[in-house]
């Protein structure tokens, strides 16, 4: 019977024993360490707000915030409750208007079960901006418009063309936004440094190439972080006429 009993006692024994295996992992957390240089601060800069936000692949897992003191310029924050699994980091920067005009991205963190991950010290670096350029046809439409492409070209407010920054599209072109995934309509232009009195000047080209309609707008003003969209009538015009303007 002692022999029976102590089988029995072994058997109660075997589901703690195989607990440990199965037990969930701990949540584990990022100390995130940013700062905006040697010399600016968050006053300078105009910052009110400082966030940290873990994304595990494109899933935002977890976020943070805290105040920006007018004369702070770098800290820590704590992203807790975190997954044991590999995280990239953003902290992005808040005026007062609660618009992001600061960001820097990690690289790959990796969390392990119930400790504390530290990210390296992360500057952030301003935001660039966007610009959606659309346009009306004379003709209302391509195909009545005879025009085949649009070519859309930006300047800076001296007139002078801004390095790298000339499309060429179908006159019907779309594109998925990046923020949504929405189809949106012309062109996109992305990662402008901010600027005051940027030109627009746009063509619509015709099957051959030539330019058979003329547009432009003037004075556009880009801030840090920015996406704003313009329309440029495009009007009909001659070949010498197109070149002269």
Not at 195 to 215: D, F, N, P, Q, W
């Amino acid at each position: 019977m002692k022999h029976v009993a102590c089988v029995l006692f072994a058997l109660t024994l075997l589901p703690a024993l195989g607990c440990g295996d199965d037990a969930p992992a701990a949540p584990g957390a990022i100390d995130v360490k940013w700062t905006l240089g040697p010399v600016a601060t968050c006053g300078s800069l105009h910052l009110t707000r400082i966030e940290a936000r873990a994304y595990r692949g494109t899933t935002l897992e977890n976020t943070v915030s805290a105040d920006c003191p007018a004369n702070g310029s770098s800290g820590t924050l704590t992203i807790d409750e975190l997954t044991p699994a590999k995280y990239k980091v953003v902290v992005e920067g808040f005026d007062a208007t609660d618009k992001g005009t600061w960001l820097i991205e990690s690289t790959s963190l990796t969390v392990s079960s119930g400790k504390t991950a530290e990210s390296p010290q992360l500057r952030l670096e301003e935001k660039p901006a966007a610009l959606i350029v659309d346009w009306t046809l004379p003709g209302g439409k391509c195909a009545t418009s005879n025009i085949d492409r649009v070519e859309v070209t930006l300047f800076d407010s001296q007139g002078k063309e801004l390095a790298g920054r000339t499309q060429t599209v179908d006159c019907d072109a779309t594109f998925p936004d990046p923020e949504d995934g929405e189809t949106t309509a012309g062109a996109l232009f992305e990662d402008l440094e901010p600027i005051e009195g940027m030109v627009v000047l746009g063509y619509g080209l015709s099957t051959s190439g030539t330019k058979v309609a003329r547009g432009q707008v003037s004075g556009i003003n880009l801030g840090a972080g920015d996406k704003v969209t313009k329309i440029v009538a495009l009007d009909t015009c001659d070949q010498v006429d197109c070149e002269g303007q």
